[in-house]
């Protein structure tokens, strides 16, 4: 199966195009070098973290342009901290491994997102994020309070304070 976190099902049918490559990072570096490497090949790249977009926009590009998938399902690591309320994410992880790592912490504390466990963190945090404890605590969005970025040239922004799960 090449839609390996395809959970739209409305998209991955027969008509639906095919990326020409599927790369699985599991490092940041990794990402970095295969966005670097898509930048330089004469085709578009797509980023998928849980393939939930109900718009399809992780499963085909723009104009029905040849693509290549980044797809971050094995950049999923959670790290917890307890002393400091907060958790490292990547951006691959699922809700339901977010949930699943903060409860395994603490039975008294959770995270403001969605309800659908499969649904990625990338995606989901990115759009904002919104669940059953939302009205207290607002969105998923809301509640980050620090990040490292990736953007589409290949460029890391490293944080300044903690380091993140894969180091
Ligand atoms: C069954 C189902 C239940 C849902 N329930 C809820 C809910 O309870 N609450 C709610 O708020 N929303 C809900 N949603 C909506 C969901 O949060 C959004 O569709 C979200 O964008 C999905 O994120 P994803 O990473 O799984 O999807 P993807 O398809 O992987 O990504 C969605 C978009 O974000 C981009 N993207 C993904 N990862 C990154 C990244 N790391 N960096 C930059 N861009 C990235 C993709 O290229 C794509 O354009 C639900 C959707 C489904 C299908």
Same mark, same amino acid.
């Given at each position: ?9 409305? &998209? =991955? ?8 490559? !599927? *790369?699985?990072? $599991? ?6 070098? @295969? &966005? =670097? ?8 790249? !797509? *980023?998928?973290? $849980? ?6 926009? @992780? ?10 998938? !980044? ?97």
């Amino acid at each position: 199966m090449f839609h390996l976190s395809a959970y739209n099902l409305i &998209i =991955t049918n027969s008509s639906s195009s095919n990326p020409v490559a !599927i *790369i699985l990072p $599991g490092t940041k570096e990794q990402l970095l070098a @295969s &966005i =670097t490497c898509c930048k330089n090949a004469p085709c578009e790249f !797509i *980023i998928r973290s $849980g393939g939930h977009s109900f718009e399809g926009l @992780s499963y085909s590009a723009w104009n029905h342009q040849i693509f290549v998938l !980044i797809d971050l399902m094995n950049l999923n690591r959670v790290l917890v901290d307890m002393e400091s309320k907060t958790a490292w994410v990547e951006a691959g992880a699922t809700l339901g491994e977010i949930y699943y790592e903060v409860s395994r912490a603490s039975s008294h504390f959770g995270f403001p997102a969605g309800l659908y466990p499969t649904i990625g963190s990338g995606g989901h945090i990115g759009g904002g994020g919104w669940g059953l404890m939302s009205r207290k605590y607002g969105l998923a969005s809301d509640n980050v309070v620090d990040a490292i970025l990736v953007d589409s040239n290949g460029r890391l922004w490293l944080s300044t304070k903690s380091i993140s799960p894969s180091g």
